[in-house]
């Protein structure tokens, strides 16, 4: 569990402590997110690949941050407020953290140490910025904001680790 994301706690949107591990066994797509992003009409973009992958183990979490550019002034509440009311999220939005700098979140921390996670030392360089994670809590991939949560690439990369688990329906 030591090179998994499952040793994480993390805050849900409204205060509650989450461990991780309840997502055993789903391939997870996490995003740091921001409400005042040019990048932020992704949101869109991840409820359709969360509608999508719906019958599948396949999950979004998503991490707001305010550390690029001050884009997300909101709390935690009004997050999930514009979240709900704009985008009618069907995925998790956790409470606001730190992906970078002296604060940084442990989950984040670890997803952008390659010592840690075993496969990438990248850590997000803007908001939308997306890590890919198998069915076992391990990093094996991320992509950069300007990837589109509804590109094939993302999509490709999903279906062949759930065919590797001999779950995947057709499409």
């Not at 090179?3 to 994480?8: L, R």
């Not at 069907?90 to 075993?118: E, M, Q, T, W, Y």
């Not at 076992?136 to 949560?149: A, C, M, R, W």
């Amino acid at each position: 569990m030591e090179n998994t994301v499952y040793q994480f706690r993390v805050r849900t949107g409204f205060g509650a402590e989450v461990q991780l591990d309840a997502f055993k066994d789903k391939v997870l797509l996490i995003v740091n997110t921001a409400s005042q992003c040019g990048f932020t009409s992704q949101l869109k973009e991840l409820v359709q690949l969360k509608t999508f992958f719906d019958d599948e183990p396949f999950e979004i979490l998503a991490f707001p941050s305010n550390d690029f550019g001050a884009q997300e002034p909101l709390n935690d509440e009004e997050i999930q407020k514009f979240c709900e009311t704009e985008f009618q999220t069907n995925f998790p939005v956790f409470s606001k953290l730190k992906v970078r700098g002296a604060n940084i979140h442990p989950l984040f921390s670890f997803l952008s140490d390659k010592k840690r996670n075993g496969f990438t030392g990248v850590s997000p360089k803007w908001n939308f910025h997306k890590y890919l994670v198998n069915h076992k809590g391990e990093v094996i991939d991320f992509f950069y904001p300007f990837t589109k949560p509804n590109s094939s690439k993302i999509k490709k990369k999903i279906r062949k680790i759930l065919a590797e688990m001999g779950v995947l329906r057709s499409f």
